[in-house]
Structure formats: structure tokens, C-alpha cells
């Protein structure tokens, strides 16, 4: 089924130089990229961002973290992309992330772990309505292309 995914490339994937490698790796999967944007940190943002997440233990450390520096929001598209994504990029934690992943690769840990990639096509349509308006994804209308 075609999809749409959202990818961030967080603060510390931004500080090691490797948004070039993440995006890379997914283009050459095929997926197509249809929105990109460095996003200074924003309390308020980050807050709407990760609501889901707001009460749990690591909630204050994670927006600590991803209000140390800018990141990159991306948006992507492609059969059955969610899934696809989330397996590229591996487990939670680095750490324990599987062999090859981006996690394992460049992540560190739980918290400085590269990227966030969206856990269902649900939480994919919130998110890219969260930090792109309609008009900065790439369409028929705007992309003489046609590619999406
Ligand atoms: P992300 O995919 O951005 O979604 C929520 C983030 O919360 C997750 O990646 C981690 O960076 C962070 N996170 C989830 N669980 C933990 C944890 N147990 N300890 C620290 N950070 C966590």
C-alpha cells in the first residue's frame, strides 16, 4: 500500500554530518522524498511533537534533547514505507539496535539515537500535519514531475 512516512534527523545526527548518509540510505531503498526542512529547536513544537509520549519518565530528557540543537524533518514516500523506514532504522536503542541499522550504525543510546520515524501511517499523518503545511510537500500540482 502507498504511504507516507515522517523522518526526523535529530541534533545529533545533524553534530556527527550525517544527514546526507540518512537521506541516502533511504533514497537508494527507492522511497521518494516529498518534504525536507531544518527545524530550529521549539518548545511548543517538540511539545505537540511527542504528546504521546508527555509523563513518561524519559519525557524531560528527550525534549531536553531535541532542544539542543536543530533537526531535520523529512517526509517520505513509498509502498508500504512505514514499515520499511522503522526497519532501516532499527530498535529504540541503539544499543540493541539490529546489525546495519542507522540506530546501530551512528546512534548512541536511548536518548541520542540519530532518527525518529513514524510507528504507523496513524502517527505519520499527525506528525507531517505537526511540522509541514500542505504546501511545502511536493505533489501533482507542485512538481512538474508528477512523481507523487
Ligand atoms: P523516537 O523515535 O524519537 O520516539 C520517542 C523517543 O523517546 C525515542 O525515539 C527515544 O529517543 C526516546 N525514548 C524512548 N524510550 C526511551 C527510554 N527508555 N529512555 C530514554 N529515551 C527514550
Redesign the pocket.
Known amino acids: 500500500m502507498k504511504q507516507r512516512t515522517c523522518v526526523l534527523i535529530k541534533p545529533d545526527g545533524i553534530e556527527k554530518n550525517l544527514v546526507g548518509t540518512v537521506l541516502n540510505r533511504f533514497e537508494k531503498e527507492g522511497f521518494h522524498l516529498i518534504g525536507l526542512k531544518l527545524v530550529p529547536p521549539s518548545r511548543p513544537l517538540l511539545e505537540s511533537f511527542?504528546a504521546e509520549?508527555a509523563g513518561k519518565p524519559?519525557y524531560p530528557?528527550?525534549l531536553e534533547f531535541m532542544l539542543s540543537g536543530c533537526f531535520i524533518a523529512s517526509v517520505w514516500e513509498g509502498e508500504d514505507v512505514v514499515g520499511k523506514v522503522r526497519k532501516i532504522v532499527g530498535a529504540?536503542n541503539s544499543k540493541e539496535a539490529e546489525e546495519n541499522t542507522l540506530r546501530k550504525l551512528y546512534g548512541t543510546d536511548?536518548?541520542r539515537?540519530l532518527v525518529?520515524?513514524s510507528d504507523s501511517p496513524n502517527s505519520s499523518a499527525r506528525e507531517i500535519a505537526t511540522l509541514f503545511n500542505i504546501s511545502e510537500l511536493k505533489s501533482k500540482e507542485n512538481d512538474s514531475n508528477g512523481q507523487s
Open positions: 511527542y509520549h524519559f530528557g528527550l529504540t536511548n536518548r539515537n525518529h520515524a
